[in-house]
């Protein structure tokens, strides 16, 4: 069947070959529109059997069947387009939202990085390495284009344990997690956490639950609680709610309310915050306004700038000023607050990274805490 229509196409008039080549693609195009991706693909295979030297029609099946849910069947299509015109950005691009889709978010950067650097000012490449970072910096799930079907899903696993040095007579913290996460590009992602802390010679206990909820390509509202039982210095309970709003120029917006419940009072926070992502660079604000039961309104304000390189890996500085609510034995305290933190996320390979933090806090005159954190992170 295959030589009959070779034979057929070969028999036409040649300067009525360009115009059905370009029939044959419009035709894949008006079939995506009304969202029939599997008569697309049949289009632009057939087209493919008599022009197998066609970019257009191969680069536009990659993307069908990466929309389709098959990334991992785009990706030879983008290495055979790519042998051709090894700096076309916009093939790039397509590879690296496939291996996106794929799970396989450190070599889409490497191809989303060599992408940027061709086309520096192509809005549509620095927005797909926002959502892959973001996605990988924090539980919030990154979308994209979304395909009709589910692309693969990818988990984490981290191990973390940290140690704060306390002065002006307090006994040193210490504390463990074990923290988990599922996330996929364009659909529901959720995490959370066991962990156990000791402060004041007591252990306290407890775990956090959250998702991510992708409302569109741009809005995504991310519930969380957290529960400890018989709580001696932890709260009993805490419960947030936040709402993020993807911009354009790699600008991200959020606003998120919590609640926190401990024995004695309780804690209610506003966080407004903005995100912007360009290059290898995220820097972020937050504004925190907390009432505290009985004991005033204190104000602070969160500073992040993070670098990343080598895909996902990443080195980040954290700086707090303002007013805090803390915990001294079993009574809630607010105080002014300055603290400035280094931490990031060095990834081995596609499955392994080491996580880090060091940090200084001073909270008022009451004490100062130093700390040290360090984690292992497994992909899979």
Known sequence: MTRLVLGMALALPIALLPALALADVVSAQRQI????????????LDHLTRQPNDSEARFLLARVRAWRGQPEQALPLYDQLLQREPDNADYLLGQGQALLWAGRPQAALDSLE?????????ADIQQVIQQARAAMTSPVTATTAVPTAPAQRRHELELSARQDWLDSGFDNWRSQRLDYASTQPEGLGWYGAL???????????????????????????????????????LPEWHADLRLQRRLPAG??????????????????RLALSAERYWDSWRAGYTLNITDVANAGTPVGHD?????????????????????????????????????????????????WALTWEVGHHRQGDYYTRRWLQLGLRHAF
């Not at 060599?114 to 192509?122: G, K, N």
């Not at 998120?256 to 009072?265: F, G, L, V, W």
């Not at 980040?316 to 300055?338: C, F, M, W």
Request: charged share 25%; aromatic share 12%; hydrophobic share 40%.
């Open 114 to 122: 060599r992408a940027a650097q061709i086309a520096p000012d192509y």
């Open 195 to 233: 962990l156990r802390e000791q402060r004041f010679g007591e252990w306290d206990q407890g775990a956090e639950a959250g998702a991510v909820i992708a409302l569109d390509e741009n809005w995504t509202l991310q519930p969380e609680v957290g529960y400890q039982p018989s709580p001696y210095f």
């Open 251 to 268: 600008f991200l917006g959020a606003a998120s309310i919590r609640r926190t419940e401990y024995e004695t009072t309780r804690v209610e």
């Open 303 to 351: 500073l992040a700038l993070d670098y990343y390189y080598a895909g996902l890996s990443y080195a980040g500085l954290r700086l707090t000023v303002g007013e805090e609510e803390a915990v001294e034995e079993q009574q809630l305290i607010t105080s002014d607050v300055r603290a400035l933190s280094l931490q990031g996320r060095h990834w081995l390979d596609s499955r």
């Open 33 to 44: 529109e009304a969202q029939q991706l599997d008569a697309a693909e049949a289009t632009l």
